[in-house]
């Protein structure tokens, strides 16, 4: 019998699909098939939530419509068959009106670059339908835990959720621009966009869907699309058989999920067979011996449904599965997928080890047979997927709740709620009568082993036993032989230890009482001996406050304006350079990077030498038009290359481009590229910045980048009572992480030019590169760049040979070519921040003084100068914020074979200051005592500031360091939170706190910036400058900028000049000399550019407004007034090219932070419990946008002290390659309590309106965590010591330790002690 057509609807809209591939993907289709562009491809396995929608099924025996978020990066096309897709533009766009969603996000400053936002904004709408009672706060908090965003920090896009929560209390929101501060309630609540759940929460499921046969079964016609959908088992049997008959290879899918780990392979099914409509499979059974749940049912609906049972049991396992990934993939994932990919390919699942704990059993059909057996078995069978075994269902058999049963389950993850696998899990469950173990089921998870594993050796050893200190040491000295980490697998002492900690958690509250447990786990109540019991069933709530002074002295510049295009971005329809519609004939791009570090690059073919499809060329450096070079990026200090030529200087280099007609066959086929290489002859790369010492490997640096020591540091060494000689550390390397990947299109145009859209913070670079590239002359390039979802410097070096690739293949196939690198390759390639080995030579006196620092630097700089040597300049500025006394280093940039890096938010600025307080921090250790104490101490005078500084220290009353200082000492109650903090770690063993206060002086200097204001015959004014909008709210300082500008006319109404302003793409050749977007001055450059163009026009302007005032007496509006200077002719476009005088160009940002953190000394995790900023922005231009760029550069930080490993393996290839091994902050992980306060210093003469920068300066603040956090872990050394039975040394040597960044779970605990546990316990033993 034929089958059905595939249709479904998007926003409403009917879709038809007469065949297609079955391994497209959702998000496929709506990107290269319908208008709607607001699913953003960020990462394509499921880690982001940039792609989200929303998937309505209708139910026709209940006529209800239910629905969810999904991920539509791994969601197939085919399985929504009968099915309705909203999109963040369904719910709300610019022609019919936005969804309150989008104008909350707008109003409460929850958008910067804007390529997050439409995911939020769908992860709050489906939290919103699925909560028919109302939005809780913390519902509403938890409602995007796992969407990443890059740019905010989380904190206003919490407010923006939170809004709509029923039980908020207004007062609660921060900034935003509905009310204003002081406003009632009543105002407040009557100034947000209106929301009602029965206008705004519209199910969108089209009656036409509702008569369609596939609403209930997916009848899909298989010639067509290879997709089949049995409704029974029998059903399932047969196409099994069928296909096994044939020898024909199939897929059992449920919500595709897996693909967002297993990557490989998907075309290689000759059909699919989607099980999700199997009714046997798709239901939850409950009776008196437990809960049988079908394979196919998703994770959310096994949590509510086990939410729903009585007893404990259940409800942890309810609570540890909302852990598992995010909303999203729990809506579309199923058990059995789960635990199938467990079984066969190792997946560490959290799901499995629950099960286990829960003695539960599965049922696998095998042919004709149906077989009962224990999870541990199926666990042990060799790989089930063969498309010939189907799991079933589960059965978890109904534990009888008793106090003496008791069940716990354990997870230590990067991030507890925001998408991160754990380095092991575990659950446990144990009856024990006063103190005896009658039985236990342990099980352990995600540790590195095949798959999960019940212990049974240490259930023997504890079943009959009595507990006690001796008999769970014991145990623990049992399971560390049993859990065995795999031959690859990271951190395996690390994984050991967490799991013996776990175990101890989960008895150690049981010896020295009756059997009970001293606390209950839900409590949070400390026990006896200071043993608190983790609780992390709910994400705590989030507090925060902002102070900000809004300044109408420029008005609106100074005045909390709402982004430009805010809403735009939240509906989706802010167009990226990736959502231009794709020109019929339109190829892609992907490159082929080496991975050797040093070779010879002798071919390159495919695998089994045969073209994969689709494939048109293949492009290399000898590709590259006689007339042109070999140049994919330009920086001062020199070109790098666009292809490796005959040799590759590192993995990960460029070696060629494949072209082809689809991006999934561009990327397929370099995946498939064989290279072929010779290493002989050659010397071994150098992959270290020893090595390049040995081997004298460095770039030079200029004069001018390499600033001068201060003092004479002999004499200064000579003063010290104290020193701390050739102590050594290192900083790691950090990645961008640009929510939207590098991409470009290029279009041949007539006469030999080419169009170029690039997502570039540098178009003019792009431009010079790829026409030297080409060979073409300058004016035959135009490059245009609209908005960069995000850049953080990333999009500057690296976004050049991206453009100039597709560039060179659009000039040579005569075709438009586009390329949108896959997360893997963006990762492999962008180099990042430098990693750096720091060695230094201090002295001090004992009063905690300081009197000479001497420093060597080796910097990594990879493998191209790129803005490398900049490095040192950079390096030292924030470094002198302490008065050292004398000052002296050596800094050496090394040229490694590694991928270049390049200029990351901060550049050098973070490590510097950084390096500063590492230095800080070991001097107080060495005093013992307290690191703010030495701080105090050793921050500038005004005298030692210009000592330090020289010219750019400003006038003295613009140094408000110390006064910063003080202000947050008193607000953040710095001096009680301490003594809160020593009693606290008095009182708790198993954790530990620290604060600490850290200060920034960071130098910015201001470039030429080119900027043109054009006013147009009604009176809207069309604005262009060289500045690129990449979220940090550049466009909207300028609109209002040149509202100020323009309202010097006085004209009447021209204070609602704003709205009739609009700022246009960058585009080179509209304009030129637009530089780089970098170093946090181009938002007030292109505003004074914009400004003296519009003197210029007010100038023109004045006769004509003279006269008309003269004729009106009075009042002229604006409209009147442009009116007749068309009529008149006067020149109304304006242009200037703004260049800071050389002696003000350069100057100091000031701030300060505090961070209060606890760490978790049995999982090293170390949670940020609050953090105070004091930033001075002179007078804000926006105080809304600087507060976004200080708390997502904030944030941003945190990632780098805390969180984000970019490392390369031992041949220089970048080892973390997505969003599985790459984790940055999520709204989980951010300060619990983040209270930042932006100082209004008033005047500053030289400064653009008097205002200061803030978009990179605050990053720096984040080694107040950092610091906290070794606060924090001295405690615990100092503690672990005094366990110590024969006070030998174990596995703590000291208070003396360094810290590395990042300070990621593995390394607080390995500093904390990887057998704390275990030597507490023999303390106890020995009597301690
Ligand atoms: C971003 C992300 C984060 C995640 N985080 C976690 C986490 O923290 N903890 C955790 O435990 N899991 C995690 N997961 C895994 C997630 O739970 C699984 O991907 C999901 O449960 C798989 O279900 P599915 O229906 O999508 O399977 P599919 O992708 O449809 O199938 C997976 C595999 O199993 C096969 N299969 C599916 N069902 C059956 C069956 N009944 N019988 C035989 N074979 C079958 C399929 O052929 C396929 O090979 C995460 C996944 C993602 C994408
Ligand atoms: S693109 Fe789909 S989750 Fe990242
Ligand atoms: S606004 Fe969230 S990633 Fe840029």
Known sequence: MEGEDLEFAVNGERFKVNSVDPSTTLLDFLR?????????????????????????????????????????????????????????????????????????????????????????????????????????????EKSIAGNLCRCTGYRPIVDACKSF?????????????????????????????????KDHLVTTFPEFLKKKKSVVRNGLDHSRYRWTSPCSITELRNVLESAANSGGSLKLVVGNTGTGYYKDGEERFDGYVDISRIQEMSTIKKDEDGIEIGAAVTISDVIDALKEEEGSLFKKMAAHM???????????????GNLVMAQSRKFPSDITTLLLAADASVCMLNGRKIKKVKLQEFL????????????????????????????????????????????????????????????????????????????????????????????????????????????????????????????????????????????????????????????????????????VLESNEFQPVGEAVIKAGAALQASGEAVFVDDIPTLPDCLHGAFIYSTE???????????????????????????????????????????????????ARCAGQRIALVVADTQKHADRAAKLAVVEYDVKNLEEPILTVEDAVKRSSFFDVHPMFYPEPVGDVLEGMKEADRKILLAEFRLGSQYFFYMEPQTALALPDEDNCVKVFSSSQAPEYVHSVIATCLGIPEHNVRVITRRVGGGFGGKAIKSMPVATACALAAHKLNRPVKMYLNRKTDMIMAGGRHPMKVTYNVGFRSDGKLTALELTMLIDAGTEPDVSPILPRNIMGPLRKYDWGALSFDVKVCKTNLPSRTAMRAPGEVQGSYIAEAIIENVASSLQMEADEVRKINLHSYGSLVKFYKH???????????????????????????????????????????????????????????????????????????????????????????????????????????????????????????????????????????????????????????????????????SMLIQQAYAQSVNLSASALYTPEFSSMEYLNYGVGVSEVEVDVITGKTEILRSDII??????????????????????????????????????????????????????????????????????????????????????????????????????????LSWNCNNGNGDVSGADFELPVPATMPVVKGLCGLYSVEKYLEGKICGK
């Open 1175 to 1280: 930033y001075d922005c002179g007078k804000s231009l926006n105080p809304a946008v600087d507060l976004g760029q200080i708390e997502g550069a904030f944030v941003q930080g945190i990632g780098f002290f805390m969180m984000e490993e970019y490392t390369t393996d031992e041949k220089g290839l970048v080892v973390q390659q997505g969003t599985w091994d790459y984790k940055i902050p999520t709204v989980d992980t951010i300060p619990k309590q983040f209270y930042v306060e932006i100082l209004n210093t008033g005047h500053h003469k030289n400064r653009v309106l008097s205002s200061k920068a803030s978009g990179e300066p605050p990053l720096l603040l984040a080694a107040s965590v950092h610091c906290a956090t070794r606060s924090a872990i001295r405690e615990a050394r100092k503690q672990s």
């Open 165 to 197: 929560a029923a039980d908020v209390d207004i007062e609660d929101l921060g900034l935003n621009s509905f009310w204003k501060k002081g406003d009632s309630r009543e105002v407040m609540l009557k100034s947000l966009p209106p929301y009602d759940p």
């Open 597 to 647: 570090p040093l070779a010879k690059i002798k071919s390159i073919s495919f695998s089994e030498n045969v073209t994969p499809t689709g494939v048109f060329a293949v492009l290399t450096f000898k590709d590259i038009p006689q007339q042109g070079e070999n140049i994919g990026s330009k920086t001062v200090f020199g070109p790098g290359p666009l292809f490796a030529d005959e040799l």
């Open 380 to 547: 042990d069978w060799p790989p089930v997927l063969d498309s010939k075994r189907v799991l079933l269902k589960v059965d978890v058999p109904a534990w009888a709740a008793d106090n003496e049963l008791l069940f716990e389950t354990y997870r230590a993850a990067p991030r507890s709620f925001g998408n991160a696998l754990p380095y092991v899990n575990a659950a446990f469950l144990a009856r024990v009568s006063h103190q005896m173990v009658d039985k236990c089921l342990l099980a352990f998870g995600s540790y590195g082993g095949d798959h999960s594993i019940r212990a049974r050796e240490v259930e023997r050893f504890l079943t009959g036993k009595l507990l006690s200190h001796s008999v769970l040491h014991e145990a623990m000295v049992l399971l560390r032989g049993v859990i065995v980490p795999g031959k690859d697998t990271s951190y395996p002492e690390y994984r050991k230890a967490l799991a013996v900690g776990f175990l101890f958690e989960f008895f150690y509250p049981l010896i020295d009482n009756d059997g009970r447990r001293l606390c209950s786990p839900d409590s949070g109540e400390k026990h006896s001996n200071g043993h608190v019991h983790r609780t992390e069933s709910l994400l705590p709530f989030l507090s925060s406050s902002q102070q």
């Open 322 to 336: 909302e852990k598992i990934g995010n909303h999203s993939i729990r809506n579309s994932g199923s058990i059995g």
């Open 952 to 1118: 750019i220290s400003g006038e003295e009353d613009e140094y408000t360091l110390p006064l910063l200082w003080d202000k947050l000492e008193i607000s953040s109650e710095f001096e009680k939170r301490g003594e809160m903090v020593k009693e606290f770690n008095r009182r708790n063993v198993w954790r530990k706190r620290g604060i600490s206060r850290v200060p920034i002086v960071h130098q910015v200097m201001q470039r030429p910036t080119p900027g043109r204001v054009s006013i147009l015959s009604d009176g809207s004014v069309v604005v262009e400058v060289g500045g690129i909008e990449i979220g940090q709210g550049l466009w909207t300082k300028v609109k209002q900028m040149v509202a100020y500008g323009l309202g010097l006319t006085k004209c009447t109404g021209s204070d609602e000049l704003i709205e009739r302003i609009r700022v246009v793409q960058a585009d080179t050749l509209g304009l030129i000399q637009g530089g780089f977007t970098a170093g946090s001055t181009t938002s007030e450059s292109s505003c004074e550019a914009v400004r003296l163009c519009c003197v210029t026009l007010v100038e023109r302007l004045k006769v004509t407004m003279d006269q008309m005032m003269m004729e009106k007496s009075g009042s002229v509006t604006w």
């Open 32 to 140: 290269l098939n319908t208008p709607f562009k607001s699913v953003k491809l960020a990462c394509g396995e499921g880690g982001c939530g940039a792609c989200l929608v929303m998937l309505s099924k209708y139910d026709p025996d209940s006529d209800r419509v239910k629905e969810h978020s999904i991920n539509s990066c791994l969601t197939l096309l085919c399985s929504i068959n009968g099915c309705s897709i909203t999109t963040s533009e369904g719910l709300g766009n610019a022609k019919n009106g936005f969804h309150p969603i989008h104008t909350r996000f707008a109003g409460f400053h929850a958008s910067q670059c804007g390529f997050c936002t439409p995911g939020m904004c769908i992860s709050l709408y489906s939290a919103l339908s699925n909560a028919p009672g109302g939005l809780t706060v913390s519902e509403a």
